[in-house]
């Protein structure tokens, strides 16, 4: 059973940048589809970027096309959600989470492990 610490939150002025890092530990992240998902206060959790097994494909959602980018460091175990461009609406706690036998990277149904998760802030 993986194990999922995120890192990496804070808070930042609008236009900043942050770097989440999810780490792995009793699995290895090249072995499941990563996911990176958020939940603002008062929504439900949403999709925001996955990775899969291979590497070889990347889904994101739209309100983070061309701001953010995930990577993978298998050395470290690591997986990273670079955030650019940031804006007050990407305010939320930010998971990290991993699964196998995807169905759809989106959904966080297919996601077997999760991390606790990190606040991220973005002041106007």
């Known amino acids: 059973q993986v194990h999922l610490v995120e890192s990496g939150g804070g808070m930042v002025q609008a236009g900043g940048s942050l770097r989440l890092s999810c780490e792995a530990s009793?699995?290895?992240?090249?072995?499941?589809?990563m996911g990176w998902f958020r939940q603002a206060f008062g929504f439900e959790r949403e999709f925001v970027f996955a990775?899969?097994?291979?590497?070889?494909?990347?889904t994101y959602a739209n309100s983070v096309k061309g701001r953010f980018t995930i990577s993978r460091d298998n050395a470290k175990n690591t997986v990273y959600l670079q955030m650019n461009s940031l804006k007050p609406e990407d305010t939320a706690v930010y998971y990290c989470a991993a699964g196998l036998n995807m169905k759809q990277l989106t959904d966080s149904k297919d996601y077997s492990y999760w991390g606790q998760g990190t606040q991220v802030t973005v002041s106007s």
């Open positions: 990775l899969s097994r291979s590497g070889g494909t990347t």
């Open positions: 009793g699995g290895t992240v090249s072995s499941y589809t």
